[in-house]
């Protein structure tokens, strides 16, 4: 029967009022907003509209092609010396470094050729593997004894094809880790990247966002009598004093292994650090680099600055260890941040930073304003004329559920833009479509000679099924575009999803809880619609 809990209504309307406070700093002006700030403990939550509703910070980043190219250089001297030492090759001399390859002399033929079709057979299958047709780097036996490695103009340019398809799913997850905030990221060229958000005016916040280096590397720090060809130096600011110090160009450890980064405080001084964790073949790499050079300081190299230089005490096996290095407490929260998610494949070059204007126009957005306007008096208008008093329940409903609605983005820090407000525009069709379903049993009901309550009763329950069924399959549909989509597509599916939700508590209970509470006050003896 139509029986409704007083706890149950006095839950229905604490939850309104909550969406409703929830939404009311989006309401205000920025004067009042700014006012209300300076009475709460933090910023309030507002709806972020999307770049073609009201702009946002733009990007325009490059690969450092000169950096990713000393990279591969680097990793092709340590694959060359591992080659050199399983063949048991010798060398007159070192390993040469050049721009764009490396060189070595082997004087006995044999060794030469032994090396050379080491090299070679590691280059095809490499290729094969990774780049498909396109050969990483070739190798030369010269007739003198001198083999020379050189990267090719096709190598490098896969690279960095790599480099900018690698780097744009890191930006993202450094920008929008719950797959809300609808940045644009996508490639410009060979080389560059677009990244444009939503809401941001402040173009240095993003590229602090971003991080757009936070390269982690483990390397010794040098002996004196190392080769100069295997020592650089570094800039590192130690007790208070800047400075540099050498340290070995191999790195031991790469920051791609980390699986975990943490904001904490060390125990002894209490300074903030970041605590980290490597995987297996990290932590693996970690333990037998620690246990191989006890006694030696380990340097700990962040974006080609040596943030730490602690000494290896004893081996450390359990693939975790910790980055201490004069932070702020901000600074280690947003290193953390930068390391989670993932190390850049290159250095990327801000090319190109401003802020944007709405994509769509003053003109066009007031223009969508109006239609909305007019389209939801129309709504509110045609359920009042057909079903009198039920309609104003309706309309009740309708207004709750945009709310809510509302009150969930700013929860979740979604993003408001035209594909969202679509999927909003169609979700009050469904709400509305619901309470006509509703409605239009109700009759039925009562037609067929039931009393009042009965009809009621009868025509929220029989209705429920089908409503039900309906929210639900398109419910998976906004799912599945939520998990494949991306930028306005899953902008689409939140709003779609969220109003899906929303429309089943207004359409449905808040709806019936009106009805309820009017029926026991007025005790009609016939329907008003």
């Known amino acids: ?3 409704f809990a007083t706890w149950k209504v006095v839950t229905i309307l604490l939850g ?3 969406a409703a406070l929830i939404v009311l700093p989006s309401l205000l002006s920025p004067e009042a907003r700014a006012g209300l700030d300076r009475v709460l403990p933090g910023p309030a939550k507002t709806i972020v509209l999307g770049l073609d509703l009201q702009g946002g910070a733009h990007l325009l980043l ?3 092609s000169a950096s990713l ?9 340590e694959d060359a010396r591992r080659l050199l030492r399983e063949n048991g090759v010798k060398l007159a001399g070192g390993i040469g470094v050049q721009s764009r390859g490396i060189q070595f002399r082997v004087p006995d033929a044999t060794e030469r050729g032994k090396i050379v079709g080491a090299l070679t057979s590691a280059s095809q299958s490499l290729g094969a593997a990774l780049t498909g047709a396109v050969q990483d780097y070739t190798v030369t036996d010269n007739a003198d004894g001198l083999v020379q490695v050189q990267l090719t103009d096709a190598g490098i340019a896969n690279k960095i094809h790599r480099a900018v398809d690698q780097s744009i799913e890191v930006l993202r997850r450094r920008i929008d880790a719950s797959g809300t905030k609808e940045p644009t990221i996508q490639r410009e060229g060979n080389d560059r990247i677009v990244v444009e958000v939503p809401g941001l005016q402040d173009t240095q916040h993003l590229k602090d966002l971003l991080g757009t280096t936070a390269k982690l590397e483990f390397r010794l720090v040098a002996d004196p009598g190392e080769s100069p060809a295997d020592v650089e130096n570094l800039p590192f600011y130690k007790n208070n004093k800047p400075g540099t110090e050498a340290i070995e160009k191999r790195v031991m450890v790469q920051g791609e292994d980390l ?4 904001p904490g405080f060390d125990q002894r001084s209490g300074e903030p650090v970041v605590d980290f964790r490597f995987n297996l073949r990290g932590g693996q790499k970690f333990g037998e680099v620690t246990a191989q050079n006890v006694g030696k300081p380990f340097a700990i190299v962040l974006d080609n600055q040596i943030v730490s230089d602690p000494r290896i005490l004893g081996p450390i096996t359990g693939g975790s260890g910790q980055i201490s290095g004069n932070f702020t407490v901000s600074q280690a929260n947003d290193l953390a941040v930068l390391l989670r998610a993932g190390a850049l494949p290159a250095k990327l070059t801000v090319v190109e930073e401003r802020t944007v204007g709405p994509g769509l126009g003053q003109d066009s957005i007031d223009a969508g304003e109006r239609a909305a306007l007019v389209a939801g008096v129309l709504v509110v208008a045609y359920m009042l004329v057909t079903y009198g008093v039920f309609g104003i329940f309706a309309d009740i409903a309708l207004a709750v559920h945009i709310m809510l609605i509302f009150a969930a983005m700013v929860l979740l820090g979604a993003t408001l833009t035209l594909p969202g407000i679509a999927g909003i525009v169609l979700t009050i069709g469904m709400a509305v479509d619901a309470n006509v379903l509703i409605y239009e049993r109700i009759r039925e009901e009562n037609h067929a000679g039931r009393s009042v309550i009965a009809s009621l ?6 209705a429920f099924a089908t409503i039900v069924d309906s929210n639900v399959t398109l419910f998976v549909a906004a799912l599945i ?6 930028g306005p ?3 689409f599916a939140v709003s779609l999803g969220l109003g899906i939700l929303t429309s089943i508590v207004t359409a449905v209970t808040m709806t019936r809880m009106m009805i309820a509470v009017w029926y026991r006050a007025k005790r009609p003896q016939r329907l008003p619609i």
């Open 69 to 77: 190219t000393k990279t591969s250089v680097d990793n092709l001297r």
């Open 489 to 491: 597509v899953r902008g």
């Open 16 to 18: 309104t009022l909550v």
């Open 1 to 3: 029967m139509m029986r």
């Open 259 to 262: 699986t975990d980064a943490q």
């Open 481 to 486: 575009l939520y998990l494949f989509g991306s």
């Open 62 to 64: 490059e690969v450092d």
């Open 457 to 462: 009763d009868s025509g929220f329950k029989r």
